[in-house]
């Protein structure tokens, strides 16, 4: 046995451990390059598992965005890295920024933000603020595993029902029914509405692609109490990845429109700076004799490349491969009644001064 294979093997290892990401090399930016390498001796044991939290607390917590083909002007992520250890996440290469490795290290060492809520009801209040829908989710999940000790993303969508804010949520999470009693009153309002990531209905892929998320069943479950309780529910199918998990199209868009959903999104899959070698490693451990058929087909949707970062073609792909993932995901979507009305949330009952003790504070 080759010290290469012996590498793979140790891979599966992480794999059982609850990781996604097979690897922990050095962010682009590091002036040194790190790989572990097995001499030979069983020297190369397999990575610890436990997750390390550093609090940190930045001067905003709104970001904007200006990407033409996202649908929102305004995000919050409570937590920068996400245990939930999805190989493909296009947020991976940000971890490069902190020093640390787009791989494991993105899985194990996160980032929590507890003064989010202070800082939101600074901005909020702000009289330059200009009232946007917000949502939370679009980078890492805001119901990762550790939300459930920190609960940060409850605290913010307290602040956001407090002063009548609009709020749009993507999560691949069960814990978010935890948070109904908050969402479900502010959906009443039209203030809220919620988004499942299903990429598969198969539990034992779902756990190699998404280690420490939901399982399928957990997800469809929230999204039949989401839904009971009023709150509008639509899922993402994200991402889509030729001859892994696309040929499931019909039946993810079935289960979760029966459960109660009502809209439905896909994102093709996206490769871009480390993801791409993290993904390759990780498809290669995975089902080593399909692994390359598998890269083959997601060029073919990225014009011979991994990756097209062009607004429009990264989200969608193009090529032949890539229309007919659309044009079966639209005509799903169409028959199942999905995206048969746009549920657009109301901004006008925004109050730019919140109450305290049942008065309006003046100054």
């Excluded at 901005?123 to 595993?145: C, F, H, M, W």
């Excluded at 709020?167 to 069960?174: E, M, N, P, Y």
């Excluded at 978010?176 to 034992?204: E, F, G, H, Q």
């Excluded at 979760?256 to 990780?282: N, Q, T």
């Amino acid at each position: 046995m080759t010290p290469h294979t012996r590498s793979i093997d140790r891979n599966h290892v992480v794999h059982r451990h609850g990781r996604g990401a097979t690897s922990n090399v050095s962010g682009r930016f590091e002036s040194e390059k790190r790989s572990a390498f097995d001499d030979g001796w069983e020297s190369l044991g397999p990575e610890p598992v436990q997750t390390h939290v550093t609090e940190e607390t930045p001067r905003s917590i709104i970001t904007t965005n200006r990407s033409p083909d996202i649908s929102f002007d305004q995000s919050i992520n409570p937590y920068r890295g996400c245990e939930h250890g999805c190989s493909y996440c296009f947020a991976r290469p940000t971890h490069a920024f902190m020093g640390l490795s787009p791989g494991l290290d993105f899985e194990r060492r996160l980032f929590a933000k507890p003064k989010a809520a202070e800082l939101l009801r600074e901005e909020l209040q702000s009289r330059a603020y200009v009232p946007k829908v917000i949502a939370i989710g679009t980078n890492t999940d805001p119901y990762q595993p550790i939300e459930r000790d920190y609960q940060i993303t409850r605290s913010v969508l307290k602040v956001l029902a407090e002063f009548n804010h609009p709020v749009a949520i993507v999560t691949k999470s069960h814990l978010v029914t935890r948070d109904i009693d908050i969402l479900a009153p502010m959906a009443r309002k039209n203030l809220a509405k919620v988004c499942l990531s299903v990429t598969t209905l198969d539990a034992k892929l779902a756990r190699a692609m998404e280690p420490r998320a939901s399982t399928p069943l957990r997800r469809l479950s929230a999204i039949r109490q989401l839904t009971e309780a009023g709150i509008p529910t639509g899922i993402m199918m994200a991402p889509v990845i030729p001859a892994l998990n696309e040929a499931e199209i019909e039946s993810v868009l079935e289960s979760c429109a029966e459960a109660g959903a009502l809209s439905a999104g896909y994102i093709m899959l996206r490769l871009p700076l480390e993801v791409r070698h993290l993904f390759k490693d990780w498809i290669e451990a995975l089902m080593p004799n399909r692994a390359s058929h598998i890269m083959r087909l997601v060029e073919d949707t990225r014009g011979g490349k991994a990756y097209e970062s062009e607004w429009g073609l990264r989200m969608r792909g193009r090529g032949a491969y890539a229309k007919m993932i659309k044009d079966r995901f639209h005509a799903a979507s169409k028959r199942l009644g999905l995206n048969a009305n746009r549920l657009d949330l109301d901004t006008s009952q925004f109050r730019s001064i919140a109450e305290k003790d049942g008065q309006l504070r003046l100054f």
